[in-house]
Every structure is written in C-alpha cells, then in structure tokens.
C-alpha cells in the first residue's frame, strides 16, 4: 500500500497551476523497421530531444512480466518495500527525490544495470526486460550515428556495451491523487521539471498519461501514452557530444486524478571514467562549447543539484556563451 496519507497531501508543496494542458499530437514516430528512421531520429532529436520508438523489437511479454511484477512489488506494505534499502545510490524511495530537498507525488525503485540481477523480487523479468532494452538502445544510437554521419557507428552504443557502463534503471509509481480536483484546479507534481544527464533515456510507461516535455518555446505539451511503444529523451550528454546540435528534453510527470502511473526507464550513461567531449567529426573547425570533464565529474555535479537546475551551465566555456 502507498503511504500517503489525506494529510500528507496538505503539507506537500510541489503544486503548480499549469492547466487547460496542450496535448502534443505531432510527436516524432520512428519505425525502427525503416531505412528513413535515421533522418527522422535527427529531426527529432534537433527540434524536440524527445520521440517515440515503434516496431523496436523488445517482446511484448518482458514488458508485461516486468510491469505485473513492478505492479506487485509496489503494493507490498511499506516495511517490505523498505527493505529494498534506500536509494543511495539503489533501492526504494517515496516522494523524495535525490539529496537535495526536492519531493514528488511518487515512489520508486533505483536499481544496477551492470550486473545480473539475482532479485528474488523481480526474478528474471529485469534482466530479459533491461538486456531488451539496453539492445534497442544501442540499435537507436547507431541509427543515430549513421544519421549524424559519424563514424564508427558504435561511436555512441559502445558506451552503453561496455562493462564499465554506469547506466541506471528506474521504476516509478504514481499513485493516483485524488485531491487534485478542490485544489483550484492545480496540479500536483509527481517528478519536477528536470533533464536526464545521461546520454539517453528510454521511458516505457502503463497508458495512464502525466509525461510533459518542454518545447523550445518553453510552453508544456502532454505527451499521450501508449503503453506498446518507448520513448527516448535525449538527456545532457548526448547535448554535449552533439555540441549542442541537440538539446535535453526539459519533462516532468503530472499525477492523474484516478489512475496509477508505473514507468520504466532506462538510464543510459557511459563508464565514469569517460570523457564527455563533441565528437570529433561533428566538429567542422567550431570550437567546443563546453569545458572538458568526464561522466564521474558530470554525475558528481548534478547528484549535488536540485532536480530543475541547468547542469551544463557550470561546464559551459564562458567564451562560447
Ligand atoms: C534531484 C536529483 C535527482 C537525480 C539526481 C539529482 O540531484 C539531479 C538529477 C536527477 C536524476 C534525473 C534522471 C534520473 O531519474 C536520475 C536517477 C538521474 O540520473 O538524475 C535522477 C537522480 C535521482 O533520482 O537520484
Ligand atoms: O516516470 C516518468 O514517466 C518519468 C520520470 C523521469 O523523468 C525520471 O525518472 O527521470
Ligand atoms: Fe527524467
């Protein structure tokens, strides 16, 4: 059972007033099936940072066995939950976010990518589901590179390949909230307004909505579910690779009135010790935008911020701005 309480809800502060919300129809679809996705991946990722994969070949059943298990674990009373350890850096946590005072209407799990799970838990769901995924991940990447006309075409993927890879895999829960409604019709925040520091994300989520991506005219669009495909976020060091070709995707989560969220996303981040640096052939003769720094240094920086902060900014050149 989740554990909060009527007035918990009272106390919670994370409210924002964001409605009527604007639906976002022209979401960029790539059929992974198809010799066009790369230019489609480009366009997205350059206009957006975000679309939506279909056709991406993780079966069907490893999505439905990780999402009943998930389901199951999450109506666990709270004292067995618990036991999964906090979430410093893996385990389960509820309605606070990170280390830095930031709190949203939801409960999770941080788990190890690297590494076969022997969850007694989850069983093999987790790792038939994170090996999927990790594989249409890399598939997304080297379409990627082909359509970024860099060569190797692993250039990116390998970093998710290598053993060392410090990619991070999340199971959130959105309890529904009820008490949305008598609140002047204000929203109740379920995940802040942030972007993933990581290269990309690969959200899979049940068809209840509440994901919003910022556009670049910096106004919010729902994002309608759909519990059959995946979504990609491209996350801050894509941006940096791309020297800011793309851009994170600024998104949050909205709680809905009378249905759960549960979502599944895949962190993909290179090996601590790697450089996060443009990729040289993307770079015709312009300088780097940003200072050189490796994941670890990255990782250390934004575990230290507040969810909604501008992370680059602090390994932006000064003379670039
Ligand atoms: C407030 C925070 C939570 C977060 C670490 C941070 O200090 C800033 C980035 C946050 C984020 C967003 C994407 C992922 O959900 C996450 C696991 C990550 O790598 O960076 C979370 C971090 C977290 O929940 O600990
Ligand atoms: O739960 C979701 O749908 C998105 C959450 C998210 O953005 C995150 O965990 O980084
Ligand atoms: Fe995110």
Redesign the pocket.
């Known amino acids: 059972m989740m554990v909060f309480s009527e007035p918990a809800i009272e106390q919670f502060s994370s409210f924002i007033n964001c409605r009527p919300t604007t639906l976002f129809p022209q979401i960029p679809i790539v059929d992974l099936s198809k010799p066009e996705s790369k230019h489609l991946i480009i366009k997205a990722c350059e206009e957006f940072g975000f679309f939506k994969v279909i056709n991406h070949g993780v079966p069907v059943e490893f999505i439905s066995k990780l999402e009943s298990e998930a389901a199951r674990f999450f109506s666990l009373p709270l004292p067995e939950k618990e036991k999964a350890g906090p979430?410093k850096?893996f385990g389960y946590g509820n309605k606070s976010?990170?280390?830095?005072g930031?709190v949203g209407w939801v409960e999770y799990l941080?788990l190890k990518t690297n590494q076969e799970s022997d969850s007694q838990t989850f069983g093999s769901a987790l790792n038939d589901y994170m090996s999927a995924v990790k594989k249409m991940a890399c598939e997304v990447l080297e379409i990627m590179a082909d359509g970024l006309k860099v060569q190797p075409r692993n250039v990116l993927s390998k970093l998710l390949m290598d053993e060392q890879s410090d990619s991070?895999f999340?199971l959130n829960h959105y309890p529904p909230c009820p008490q949305v409604q008598p609140l002047n019709g204000s929203d109740v925040i379920g995940f802040g307004e942030?972007t993933?520091?990581?290269i990309i994300?690969v959200l899979r989520s049940n068809n209840t909505s509440g994901l919003q991506i910022s556009l670049r005219d910096g106004s919010w669009v729902s994002v309608p579910p759909d519990q059959n495909s995946f979504f990609i976020n491209v996350g801050d060091s894509l941006q940096v690779m791309t020297n800011g070709r793309f851009k994170s995707v600024k998104h949050r989560v909205l709680t809905n009135s009378s249905k759960s969220r549960l979502s599944m996303?895949y962190?993909c981040g290179p090996p601590l010790s790697e450089k996060i640096a443009p990729l040289p052939s993307l770079m015709r003769g312009e300088e780097s935008l940003y200072k050189e720094f490796t994941w670890f240094e990255y990782k250390k920086s934004?575990?230290?911020?507040?969810?909604a902060d501008n992370?680059l900014m602090h390994f932006q050149r000064i003379e670039a701005l």
């Open positions: 979430p850096p976010i990170g280390q830095s930031d941080l991070v999340r942030h993933d520091p990581q994300s996303i962190f934004a575990f230290n911020s507040k969810l992370r």
